[in-house]
């Protein structure tokens, strides 16, 4: 369709979020399109997921800049100006981002958490809500801002939390419910109606 937001998608790993956006953005009325499929680890396998598709891919590696973050942020930087690119994904990239890149791509930069935010933000958040004895667990689309998972929230889609789960049941549920929010929600985005109505599967409180 005319008018489709360019997309980035941002990973480190596998890109199960990353399949799931790519399925959705075939769709001939999905007001965005991926372009562009970057990651900081050469051996991603979502980059060979993003070329089977026909999406171009790029690495830079993280590990030659050292400490050195702003740098190589710099470069990431660079190379989504280079392809056009207007949105920003995060899917299971496994950086935590300077002000450099935040505040490059405020207000175009977006998060999926594998929580209800702003309840177990960080990681191992499925052990965390078991442990805190939740019935309700599940995902959130966010924007990002300089504060972790503290960004505005785009969407969140609920999980019930069943007897007998352990962290790896739990998290299999809430990455099927990720599956559908970050679609929905990058259509939001894109079409510039993130915040006038909450996405699909969307909850309107915390439970925890």
Sequence with gaps: MSGEKRVAVLISGRGSNLEALIEAARAPDYPARIVLVLSNNPDAEGLDKAAAAGIETA?????????????????????????????????????????????????????????????????????????????????SVHMVTLGVDEGPIVGQAAVPVLEGDDAAALADRVLAAEHRLYPACLARLAAGSAGVQPAADAVLANPA
């Design 59 to 139: 690495v830079v590696d993280h590990r030659p800049f050292g400490k050195d973050r702003a740098a190589h942020e710099r470069l990431i930087d660079a190379r989504l100006r280079q392809s056009g690119v207007e949105l920003v994904a995060l899917a299971g990239y496994m950086r935590i981002l300077t002000p450099f890149l935040v505040e490059a791509w405020a207000g175009r930069m977006v998060n999926i958490h594998p929580s209800l935010l702003p309840a177990f933000t960080g990681t191992d958040t499925h052990r965390r809500a078991l442990d805190a004895g939740v019935k309700l667990h599940g995902c």
